[in-house]
């Protein structure tokens, strides 16, 4: 199967600072890129939908200026936690669509937020 | 209601026993069907999917799906120790070839003991 990556996979940061994580598809070119937050015993719960050279669809309740994600290749996508705040500690996981396969999203191992 | 619907478990079933995993969603309109397995600490990876009524098999995993009904099932036969991990049901209510999202159920736990 096709490869994602993300980076960090593991980052702490004080309250009120700003974190990138990046996803990036490694062998072949994602026209989509979803993110998702999971806390604890609970399952994904979808951010929002990144297209390429596009802005990203928020999901609703997920504050769009808070949660900066920028698509600007076909590789890779980010996700800025801007202002964080230890309510924002969680397990962040990108997946990736290769646009010629309909239906499989792969997805990133994660990258595990500790804010404090 | 919610929209994809899982038992949390955690189911246990003894090694070599055929583990049964079910799912119900609410839109009957959805087109595709997915299990992920999910280790702990680790991202899901994908076991199979399914679109059509009917079964579908690879491996020791046979997906089974009722439209009518509403319900997605996963069946492990010759279950493993490692296949101890927390399965999700995932469904995609858009066409295919379409960026359409997955919404997950919250995942069954299996625990298979020796």
């Known amino acids: 199967g096709a490869v994602v990556s993300q980076h960090p996979s593991r980052v702490i940061c004080k309250s009120g600072t700003s974190v990138k994580i990046e996803c990036r598809s490694l062998d072949f070119q994602a026209t989509t890129m979803f993110w998702y937050r999971q806390f604890p015993k609970k399952s994904l719960m979808l951010m929002a939908t990144s297209n390429e050279g596009s802005k990203a669809t928020y999901e609703q309740g997920v504050e769009k200026d808070k949660f900066l994600i920028n698509h600007a290749s076909l590789t890779l996508s980010t996700l800025t936690v801007t202002s964080a705040h230890p309510e924002d500690s969680s397990f962040y996981i990108c997946?990736?669509?290769?646009?010629?396969?309909?239906?499989?999203?792969?997805f990133g191992p994660g990258t595990r937020l500790t804010v404090t | 209601q919610k929209e994809v619907e899982q038992n949390s478990g955690p189911l246990s079933v003894p090694e070599g026993a055929i583990a049964s995993l079910n799912c119900t969603y609410s839109d009957r309109g959805s087109q595709s069907f997915f299990w992920y397995r999910q280790y702990s600490g680790k991202s899901p990876e994908l076991i199979m999917f399914i679109y059509s009524n009917g079964d579908k098999e690879d491996g020791r995993f046979t997906a089974q799906l009722n439209k009518a009904s509403q319900y997605v099932s996963l069946l492990i036969r010759d279950s493993q120790p490692s296949d101890s991990a927390t399965y999700l049901c995932?469904?995609?209510?858009?066409?295919?070839?379409?960026?359409?999202?997955?919404?997950f159920g919250t995942g069954t736990r299996l625990q298979v003991t020796l």
């Open positions: 995932a469904v995609n209510k858009g066409n295919t070839g379409t960026a359409s999202k997955l919404t």
């Open positions: 997946s990736a669509r290769d646009g010629l396969a309909s239906y499989e999203q792969y």
